[in-house]
T-cell receptor
Framework: DAGVIQSPRHEVTEMGQEVTLRCKPI?????LFWYRQTMMRGLELLIY????????DSGMPEDRFSAKMPNASFSTLKIQPSEPRDSAVYFC????????????FGSGTQLSVL | GEDVEQSLFLSVREGDSSVINCTYT??????LYWYKQEPGAGLQLLTY?????DMKQDQRLTVLLNKKDKHLSLRIADTQTGDSAIYFC???????????FGSGTRLQVQP
């Protein structure tokens, strides 16, 4: 299996622009998670889905952030408008029932908002 | 919710043992995990322990769990320069499927 695939690996944008991050979970996994990693706050859970349905979005920082999972093999995290404080590494992870809650992570998207 | 704490930095010499410590707050956490992150990469699962176990050994890795004190440790025997990375402790969050991560311990292995 190819593992969790995220794109792009790096994104540089200007303040105010819309940013879309993409994730393809491991086939057969029914949970998908979006985490954000910063030096100051470490790894924070933003939102997670089960069977394509958002279960907990309490970590989404503001209305500027939105996430969708239109099908079992694709999810997006959108920031509109982006701000410099959104600069971070965004990770997608997936898991499945019976995995002992282990998470399988993608390589992340390094986002820089200028 | 769950809170997970780790020390930030550890430096050891090649060939020595490394011990990375972690504390957590939610005694109902079912599983506790250790992940490794190398520069520019995602988190890779190293090992995990079920909450009813005290110890788990996996080649050079030994995980010790003190459930009474809510303390978890990872021992790496014969530490190599390739072990230099950030190590994250994580706990399952009762009521949520997600994991709560510590801030990570940067392990530096000196030749």
């Amino acid at each position: 299996d190819a593992g969790v695939i995220q794109s792009p690996r790096h994104e540089v944008t200007e303040m105010g622009q819309e940013v879309t991050l993409r994730c393809k979970p491991i086939s057969g996994h029914d949970y998908l998670f979006w985490y954000r990693q910063t030096m100051m706050r470490g790894l924070e859970l933003l939102i997670y889905f089960n069977n394509n349905v958002p279960i907990d979005d309490s970590g989404m920082p503001e209305d500027r952030f939105s996430a969708k999972m239109p099908n079992a093999s694709f999810s997006t995290l959108k920031i509109q408008p982006s701000e410099p404080r959104d600069s971070a590494v965004y990770f997608c992870a997936s898991s499945f029932v019976g995995s002992n809650e282990k998470l399988f992570f993608g390589s992340g998207t390094q986002l820089s908002v200028l | 919710g769950e809170d997970v704490e780790q020390s930030l930095f550890l430096s050891v010499r090649e060939g020595d043992s490394s011990v990375i410590n972690c504390t957590y707050t939610d005694s109902s956490s079912t599983y506790l995990y250790w992940y490794k992150q190398e520069p520019g990469a995602g988190l890779q699962l190293l090992t995990y322990i079920f909450s009813n176990m005290d110890m788990k050994q996996d080649q050079r890795l030994t995980v010790l769990l003190n459930k009474k004190d809510k303390h978890l440790s990872l021992r790496i025997a014969d530490t190599q320069t390739g072990d230099s990375a950030i190590y994250f402790c994580a706990a399952s969050d009762m009521g949520r499927r997600a994991l709560t991560f510590g801030s990570g311990t940067r392990l530096q292995v000196q030749p």
